[in-house]
């Protein structure tokens, strides 16, 4: 289900169940330097080398475009980033759009440039998540119980996931440059 990519080299996959009840962490809540340095370390690392070969493979089977090259002393390439980074990074900006009158963001990229292209950038995000949670669908099914005080609850069932944490180590052992946001 996944394009040409280096960092497939990285998948490996566990059986996950998640949790019906939720229980705050350190991604949730109200916004901490602990909270944000979490999910800073979810999505924010570096980009790493594309080679050109599988540009076809990629539907960019030209050198048309405005491409950030690699140096062939970094094995040559394009940049590329993780798109499940840019999938976080996405939700991690709809957070901080939902807090930002509880944190100070103003020195964050995505906060400049005011309040329309702020907007704009969060429209984004929302499309784009969107847009994932369609494309992915996830069909396991979210059985129904009844509790014994008569309680109607979701259940989650055993998936197979990717080892993110996985992927975030390959990223980071062969970044090229770092990442823009």
């Known amino acids: 289900m996944s394009p040409p ?3 497939l080299e990285a998948v490996r996959y566990e059986w996950t169940t998640f949790n ?4 705050p962490d350190v991604y949730s809540g109200y916004p901490s330097a602990a909270s944000e340095a979490a999910w800073a370390k979810l999505w924010d690392f570096g980009a790493f080398s594309v080679p050109l070969d599988s540009l076809g493979s990629l539907n960019k089977s030209s050198m048309i475009g405005d491409f950030r090259l690699v140096g062939e002393d970094r094995g040559g390439g394009v940049g590329g980033l993780l798109e499940g980074a840019h999938q976080i ?7 901080q ?3 930002r009158n509880h944190w100070d963001y103003s020195k964050l990229p995505s906060f400049s440039g005011g309040d329309k292209t702020r907007r704009h950038h969060v429209d984004h995000c929302v499309s784009t998540l969107r847009m994932v949670l369609t494309c ?15 309680k109607i609850m979701g259940k989650g069932l055993p998936r197979k996931c990717r080892v993110y944490p996985d ?5 980071n052992g062969h970044s090229v440059f770092s990442s823009v946001e």
Request: charged letters at 10%; a negative charge; one cysteine or more.
């Open 5 to 7: 990519s280096p960092v």
């Open 89 to 95: 990074h996405c939700l991690n900006l709809v957070r």
């Open 136 to 150: 992915s669908s996830d069909v396991t099914p979210y059985v129904l119980e009844t509790s014994a005080t008569g």
């Open 20 to 23: 019906q009840f939720f229980e």
């Open 167 to 171: 992927l975030v180590q390959w990223v």
């Open 97 to 99: 759009f939902i807090y």
